[in-house]
């Protein structure tokens, strides 16, 4: 059974950091598309980034680029997602999920990350306030 556990969230001052972790148990998180996720109350779920099992590349949305890096630990079954220069507006619920089928990263950017539901496996979430 796939499983997927996110960690790192909290409450943080605007202009700091942040990293989540997606452990992965059950399966190899490396053979899979991963992708990160946020979720305001009331709101719709919407795709942040996104590492590809087909070449190991990122995709990051337009508001998060430059601020947030994603990265792979093979070693410990886990995807990272680096959160710098944080503000207000970041604060949401992260989730993780992973897909095997190749090139969902890139169908996910090209669809101004709208196919997010084509992720099978997703994790509880993690909770981000960015908040002085």
């Known amino acids: 059974q796939l499983h997927l556990v996110e960690s790192g969230g909290g409450l943080v001052q605007p202009g700091g950091s942040l990293r989540l972790s997606c452990a992965a148990s059950?399966?190899?998180?490396?053979?899979?598309?991963v992708g990160w996720f946020r979720q305001a109350p009331g709101k719709e779920r919407e795709g942040v980034s996104c590492?590809?099992?087909?070449?190991?590349?990122?995709y990051y949305q337009d508001s998060v680029k430059g601020r947030f890096t994603m990265s792979r630990d093979h070693a410990k079954n886990t995807v990272y997602l680096q959160m710098n220069s944080l503000k207000p507006e970041d604060t949401d619920v992260y989730y993780c999920a992973a897909e095997v089928t190749p090139f969902r990263c890139e169908a996910l950017y090209g669809s101004s990350w709208r196919e997010l539901w084509d992720f099978d496996s997703w994790g509880q979430g993690t909770q981000v306030t960015v908040s002085s």
């Open positions: 059950g399966f190899t998180l490396g053979y899979y598309a």
């Open positions: 590492i590809s099992n087909s070449d190991g590349s990122t």
